[in-house]
């Protein structure tokens, strides 16, 4: 792992901002030559800071209205069962993220259907079909409040200050 100085700190702010942002852009934007950007960017997707660069649409803009978040289940606990919900959570594209997590459930998944009508199919047509599966528990938001795909860096030290995306 290397070390992030307040440049590549300023550099993953930015690109958290604008990934589309040109080299000469952000190298005005932070203060270094476009060449000292390019090599940073460089290392720290080398390093496995940056994950990759994606375009985020706009859910209602493409039709996708309903967002649940659903709480699963499971019968029995065991590599087994486990790795058969994964595989087949992973080939639903209605579900966007998918969390083990401790408490009463045992996965948290966030949903998106274009319809009330599409979540009800697939909850009853495809989720709850999955074997192993107990119970099925969901929220479905009302209103989006907050949206982000930045990730916080001020516990990294010395980062910027975070923009609102």
Same mark, same amino acid.
């Given at each position: 792992m290397i070390d992030l100085d307040k440049y590549d700190l300023q550099l993953l702010s930015e690109l958290q901002t604008d990934g589309q942002a040109s080299n000469a852009v952000l190298a005005e934007? %932070?203060?270094?030559s476009p060449s000292q950007v390019s090599r940073r960017v460089q290392r720290l997707e080398q390093s496995g800071f940056i994950e990759r660069y994606v375009a985020l649409l706009r859910p209602a803009a493409i039709g996708l209205?309903?967002? $649940?978040? +659903?709480? +699963?289940? *499971?019968?029995?606990?065991? =590599?087994?069962?486990? !790795? $058969?919900?994964? !595989?087949? %959570?992973? !080939?639903?594209?209605? +579900? *966007? =993220?998918?969390f083990a997590i401790s408490g009463e459930a045992d996965y948290l998944l966030r949903v998106m259907t274009p319809s009330l009508p599409a979540l009800s199919d697939f909850m009853l047509h495809r989720l709850m079909r999955i074997g192993g599966v107990r119970s099925v528990k969901s929220n479905i938001a009302l209103t989006e409040l907050k949206r982000s795909t930045r990730l916080p860096l001020d516990h990294l030290g010395n980062a910027p200050k975070a923009k609102a995306t």
């Amino acid at each position: 792992m290397i070390d992030l100085d307040k440049y590549d700190l300023q550099l993953l702010s930015e690109l958290q901002t604008d990934g589309q942002a040109s080299n000469a852009v952000l190298a005005e934007r %932070i203060h270094l030559s476009p060449s000292q950007v390019s090599r940073r960017v460089q290392r720290l997707e080398q390093s496995g800071f940056i994950e990759r660069y994606v375009a985020l649409l706009r859910p209602a803009a493409i039709g996708l209205g309903v967002t $649940a978040f +659903v709480n +699963v289940s *499971l019968e029995r606990h065991g =590599e087994v069962h486990t !790795d $058969a919900f994964t !595989d087949a %959570i992973r !080939d639903m594209e209605e +579900v *966007l =993220e998918c969390f083990a997590i401790s408490g009463e459930a045992d996965y948290l998944l966030r949903v998106m259907t274009p319809s009330l009508p599409a979540l009800s199919d697939f909850m009853l047509h495809r989720l709850m079909r999955i074997g192993g599966v107990r119970s099925v528990k969901s929220n479905i938001a009302l209103t989006e409040l907050k949206r982000s795909t930045r990730l916080p860096l001020d516990h990294l030290g010395n980062a910027p200050k975070a923009k609102a995306t």
